[in-house]
């Protein structure tokens, strides 16, 4: 109903050197970031890693210096602290080896800090405590979901396109979901059940707005016996590149909003969610297309109902 962009002819297809140039680099990123996931180098949250989390509000303003120190000699040298600022909120995350029993540890931090700072009262706001033992299956149970996930792409738009688009899909969807674990991975960001259930989510926007653009070149190769597949494919994302624009706005604004002012539980989940939608939109336009067009070639073949 509402046109953001009107008989645009952008030539997508010639694009598809540098297209598949920075696609590679992305996906290049997020196999090393799951390669380091997976030799845990990575900053995993303690419900895929195993350990203890606790968020503490403090009445006044503290000293992550001071706790650090506390924390250390009191036999917890490797926690990892957080600060949010101008809430006198602390993030303390306790790790465990995969080799170490599971051990009940955040009453006794708790009341170490309590010790230490009769001056500065304060609130006990979460308590997460997960064996390695868990945590290691949820990690399991997360990969599994995610390639489900992918053959459930693939049988669906196989049933109702063809094969090959089902494929061209998968690959655009996990070519999302890698771009945002490779960025988080880079950016030392924690990644936890939220965010696994963030790239869910983003796989199921990007295999919709993809499954949009395979229609459109659907109708296309049956309205236009003649020509080359590409200038199908050039005709389909123009056509619906204005409802592609105004979806992702709409949707982005939505988790920009979440992520100023969900809070700091909701923040990485958002962040996570707002990188998808930039990254989805660009692959339904410039992965699943032309992964589709790179393997038809240009024969123009109508695609079953």
């Known amino acids: 109903?509402?046109?953001?962009?009107?008989?645009?002819?952008?030539?997508?297809?010639?694009?598809?050197?540098?297209?598949?140039?920075?696609?590679?680099?992305?996906?290049?990123?997020?196999?090393v970031g799951i390669v380091q996931i997976y030799r845990g180098q990575a900053n995993l949250g303690i419900d895929l890693e195993g350990g203890t989390s606790i968020q503490l509000k403090f009445q006044k303003a503290f000293s992550l210096d001071e706790i650090r120190s506390i924390l250390t000699k009191s036999g917890h040298a490797g926690s990892t602290l957080q600060e949010i600022p101008r809430e006198n909120i602390l993030l303390l995350k306790l790790g465990v080896s995969g080799r170490q029993e599971e051990k009940m540890v955040a009453e006794p931090v708790v009341s170490l800090l309590r010790r230490s700072f009769p001056g500065n009262p304060f609130v006990v706001e979460s308590v997460s405590e997960i064996g390695p033992a868990i945590g290691?299956?949820?990690?399991?149970?997360?990969?599994?979901?995610?390639?489900?996930?992918?053959?459930?792409?693939?049988?669906?738009?196989?049933?109702?396109?063809?094969?090959?688009?089902?494929?061209?899909?998968?690959?655009?969807?996990?070519?999302?979901?890698?771009?945002v674990v490779g960025i988080f991975w880079i950016l030392g960001i924690e990644m936890d059940l939220l965010f696994i259930t963030a790239l869910l989510t983003i796989g199921g926007y990007s295999l919709t707005d993809t499954v949009v653009v395979f229609d459109r070149i659907r109708e296309n190769i049956r309205l236009r016996k003649k020509g080359a597949f590409s200038e199908v494919i050039n005709l389909s994302v123009n056509e619906v590149l204005s409802r592609t624009i105004i979806t992702s706005l709409t949707t982005f604004a939505a988790t920009l909003s979440l992520l100023a002012f969900g809070g700091s539980v909701l923040h990485d989940f958002a962040l996570a969610l707002t990188m998808g939608i930039v990254v989805g939109t660009y692959s339904s336009i410039f992965v699943a297309s032309q992964v589709v067009a790179l393997w038809r070639g240009e024969k123009m073949t109508e695609v079953k109902r």
């Open 1 to 31: 109903m509402i046109e953001l962009v009107k008989n645009t002819k952008i030539d997508f297809m010639g694009m598809k050197k540098y297209a598949f140039a920075f696609s590679t680099m992305l996906l290049i990123l997020g196999l």
């Open 136 to 179: 290691n299956k949820l990690r399991r149970d997360a990969v599994l979901a995610l390639l489900v996930s992918a053959l459930a792409i693939i049988i669906y738009l196989a049933w109702r396109f063809e094969f090959k688009f089902g494929v061209a899909a998968a690959i655009a969807t996990f070519h999302d979901i890698f771009a």
